[in-house]
């Protein structure tokens, strides 16, 4: 008989998440009670995020437990409904945590078509990277046409699509990245105007070249010493959006702060923290509008999708050795 | 004959300034050119941005030069004119310098009436503090009635004038000083609701005290560990406005970035840089609304002012040991 393989926070890590961190483990298939109904997981998203979830610490979700399926994202089929919403055969958007199988009311669970665009891209652009990316730029930054844009973590899933969009304003658009095929692919691919290699050159040598006249808005994954460098170049009334940090994520120390924060005074700029899930109510307007620039072929969306919920691990240690492309997935069953 | 004794930057310090910082030397008096007048200097301000003005580093004005005149906020006396919009007499402000004598062709000058406020109070409450204080807390901080709001630097010269306007738009109001004379000074004599003492108390408990519910606006004029203790209590969609950073300009090290940042992400907050000038339009307005507060009763003004411009070392070094409480001026001519 079928079991569902779940993958369970063990263990909260000190740094680097080890093998330890987690316990894989065999349960029974649930079974959806009167309003639930089963999905089958075909595909979760593995986002730095993630890391954030497993401390014991306040922030803007609880934390896992541990023995608790990690949570994450995730997309599969219903296979048994007792929900008069959800039908089988419908494909579901919601947090599955990562597992083969989950049985839920409904609530937090979207439908996602398939023939629309291929599952794991409602993981990615049309997911919560690229909602994330949307009111990030459009928003938070207070996007302008012909703004100066840097983004850092830009061949990532909510870097990519930030990248384009700005691009899509008709503003300068300049990306930063680990390694020379990445830095190729937001040029030749993207269409960025510009990408700096972390890993190979002189960051704050290559923002001074780059925007001689200062950054309008920073999108900031990075945190650490990339985003003491933006702020080391700022443009008057600059606006800089905090959406991650994930270079101080597996700090064992105390977090890194912008030892260059002053330059928010110097150039009357500002700073500010964004959670995608504030802006919920506008999704729809954001997918629709993203839709239809992906038909028109000015944003594309790069999934990097690896296979079978044992190798979560490894995996997951990607999105911190940057050894990935695009959005990360991991396929846990089939279809 | 009498001459002009002036202060000169004689050399740019390493941390704290050093009596060879400075150099004292005596020249004529100028002569006013057509156009010009002669304002002999009374009151000099002595403000803790002039620690930054000294460093050879781009900032939101031009380095102080060395063998220049130290820049200072100053008000005195128009005592000869060939300019027909000052007249002998008149009471002017401007950026004098720490001189007792200044030429001027009246740019970014202007005439203030002694007959409503001592001369002193057109270097605090009347002047570059209280308008920082009051376009910092209202414009930039956004504040709203209601608000539970921290200062820090609260017993001096922008940290006092926030807080009571705080007071006045009916918010929750605690300071942040040195000392229990100061902090006994803001609950008795300004009316705030509570004080913390940074020399003797616990700063990040007695935060989370005073806030059940979280900081609406903080007003940073400290940086540093403080700076620290309010990001890790902010409420949602907080406003840190970044005014200062005392704790930080004699810093031989890097600047100490504030390590809690990420929680402008997790409460959604918003960190915002300012400087005065940006406001001078409405210098007026503000002036005329402070000074109906002051007849009503509700805003106090203090001035700290010690004597002899031979002494301005000792007097400016008071910024940044905390011994002195409220604006902080220095006579350096008799009127």
Redesign the interface.
């Known amino acids: 008989m079928a079991q569902n393989k779940q993958l369970l926070l063990q263990k909260r890590p000190v740094g680097l998440p080890k093998s330890d961190t987690w316990k894989l483990v065999e349960t029974m298939i649930p079974e959806p009670k009167e309003g639930e109904f089963l999905i089958k997981c075909e595909y979760v998203s593995l986002d730095p995020a993630m890391r954030g979830w497993m401390n014991d610490k ?3 979700i609880a934390p896992v437990q541990i023995d608790e399926v990690m949570r994450a994202g995730g997309v599969g089929k219903v296979i048994a409904s007792r929900n008069s919403k959800f039908t089988v055969g419908d494909s579901v958007y919601g947090i599955t945590g990562v597992q083969q199988y989950v049985v839920t009311d409904g609530k937090g669970f979207h439908k996602v078509d398939p023939s629309l665009a291929p599952l794991p891209m409602y993981l990615g652009t049309f997911g919560m990277p690229g909602m994330t990316a949307y009111f990030g730029i459009l928003k938070v930054g207070e996007l302008k046409e012909g703004d100066a844009v840097l983004v850092s973590g830009a061949a990532g899933a909510v870097g990519s699509v930030v990248g384009q969009i700005a691009k899509i304003k008709n503003c300068k658009v300049i990306g930063i990245a680990g390694g020379v095929d990445k830095c190729k692919y937001l040029i030749d691919t993207l269409g960025f105007d510009g990408a700096i290699d972390y890993k190979n050159d002189d960051v704050k040598a290559k923002i001074k070249e780059y925007f001689p006249k200062g950054i309008d808005v920073y999108f900031d994954n990075v ?1 650490g010493e990339i985003l ?1 460098a933006a702020l080391g170049r700022l443009a008057m009334h600059a606006r800089i959006v ?4 994930i270079s ?1 994520y597996n700090n064992t120390d ?22 995608v899930f ?1 802006h919920a109510k506008d999704y729809g307007k954001a997918a629709q509008q993203m839709g239809q620039w992906m038909l028109e072929g000015k944003l594309k969306s790069k999934e990097d999708i690896y296979e079978g919920i044992e190798n979560f691990h490894e995996t997951f240690l990607r999105l911190f050795s940057g050894d990935k492309m695009g959005k990360l997935v991991l396929k846990v069953s089939e279809g």
Chains 1, 2 share one sequence.
């Open positions: 306040r922030s803007y945190g003491d905090i959406c991650g940090a101080q105390e977090v890194k702060g912008p030892s260059n924060y002053l330059s928010l005074l110097v150039s009357r700029a500002t700073m500010k923290g964004m959670v504030d």
